[in-house]
């Protein structure tokens, strides 16, 4: 996310080339998507990936400093969970971007688990892939780490393309610990309550209005869920609302402006972000000066409602109301054939469950579940704003 508001503002701005091309030399990149960039001004999609880890990309505990700073508890907890999922489809030819959340309880099919929350393909598929090495004999725990991590990420671009029925270019994975670093290099992220909050489970402090919040606040702040009217519904909210103000200071106040702070964030984004290998940043800024002025519009994904299955909450989804919803808005024909599973660029198809604990399907679905329809976050939608920002609950 940092990389991707990087480069869009960088060339909204006209800022000079090399800049990009030092960002593009810095960057980690990852193998798991293959070859499924979309050819030079065509459309194209992107994952955001924001992964719910304490351990930095060699599989390292984060500093206990670095911990207590994002009141995240220790190394272990949070697993390799992607707490934020957000594809960008960029049209071709200018015309307004288009950003769907999908809530990380979505129940959906998980390559070799079953019906699970969508949030654990990443973990699973991590974990199954490291224990199968580990078996093999493979000692060093870099490569195990570095292989668990493409799985995980070939598993969330496989259910993630399932779901949505559109086909993924580009991705990008951030960390907790990236989060917090962006909000700092920048000197604080704007944002805006409706309600006063309080959640000693993130840290959440915040009163209502307009604030300026700094690195471990504004973590708390789209880490929220508790004590929210709608949990996971409302964070996607906060999220789609902290990248919209992230936009806004770097587009309108100036901050690419400023070398000391525009070093900041290349420095962030060389060590907190992940890219696949096909994506060239250079052509993709071009193309992507048709973002600025606030050219984007968020949505989240509906839900059918809420249910507790095997003693977990979960966001009930309906994939073919789903992947109507997205292949409309990305200007596909629903009648074309969907994204495909297997081929170039694609990630292992899904396969049957296994019998793995959480495979059972059978729950009560709560008689007076909410149901979540798409909603937006921009100007044109219903969400008050002020001085640009977007507030949210």
Not at 158 to 187: D, K
Request: charged letters at 20%.
């Amino acid at each position: 996310m940092t990389a991707l508001a990087a480069t869009t503002v960088l060339a909204t701005t006209g800022f000079a080339w090399a800049t990009l091309r030092d960002l593009q030399r810095g960057l980690l990149t990852s193998n798991a998507l293959g070859d499924a960039a979309a050819a030079p001004g065509a459309p194209m999609n992107i994952l955001l990936i924001g992964l719910d880890s304490r351990r930095d990309q060699q599989g390292r505990p984060l500093p206990r400093e670095v911990l207590d700073q994002l009141h995240a508890g220790t190394s272990d907890n949070g697993g390799y969970n992607t707490n934020t999922l957000i594809l960008i489809h960029v049209p071709a030819g200018g015309g307004k971007a288009r950003a769907f959340s999908i809530t990380r309880d979505s129940y959906v099919d998980v390559p070799g688990e079953g019906k699970r929350k969508i949030k654990e393909a990443y973990g699973l598929a991590k974990f199954r892939t490291e224990q199968r090495l580990m078996a093999q004999g493979v000692e060093d725990q870099a490569t195990v780490e570095r292989e668990g991590r493409e799985a995980g990420r070939k598993a969330t671009l496989t259910v993630v393309r399932n779901l949505t029925g559109v086909p993924i270019n580009h991705f990008a994975e951030v960390n907790l610990a990236g989060f917090y670093q962006l909000a700092t290099a920048l000197g604080g992220v704007e944002v805006c309550l409706n309600n006063p909050v309080h959640d000693s489970f993130s840290g959440a402090n915040f009163p209502a209005g307009k604030q300026t919040l700094g690195g471990a606040q504004a973590l708390a702040f789209v880490r929220q869920r508790h004590g929210l009217t709608n949990g996971d519904i409302d964070r996607t909210h906060r999220q789609q609302a902290f990248l919209a103000s992230v936009a806004h200071k770097l587009r309108d106040q100036g901050a690419f402006t400023n070398p000391a702070t525009l070093q900041r964030l290349l420095d962030v984004a060389k060590q907190y972000v992940v890219i696949d290998r096909g994506w060239d940043l250079l052509s993709f800024a071009r193309q992507a000066q048709n973002l600025s002025g606030g050219n984007m519009f968020f949505e989240t994904l509906p839900i059918e409602g809420f249910a507790k299955i095997n003693g977990q909450d979960v966001n009930l989804v309906n994939p073919d109301k789903t992947r109507k919803i997205v292949r409309e808005a990305f200007g596909e024909k629903v009648g074309d054939k969907a994204a495909p599973t297997q081929g170039p660029g694609a990630a292992p198809a899904l396969q049957p469950g296994t019998g793995a604990p959480g495979g059972n399907t059978t729950g009560v679905v709560e008689p007076n579940a909410a149901v979540a329809g798409p909603t937006t976050s921009d100007s044109e939608g219903e969400v008050v704003k002020v001085d640009g920002i977007p507030c949210v609950d």
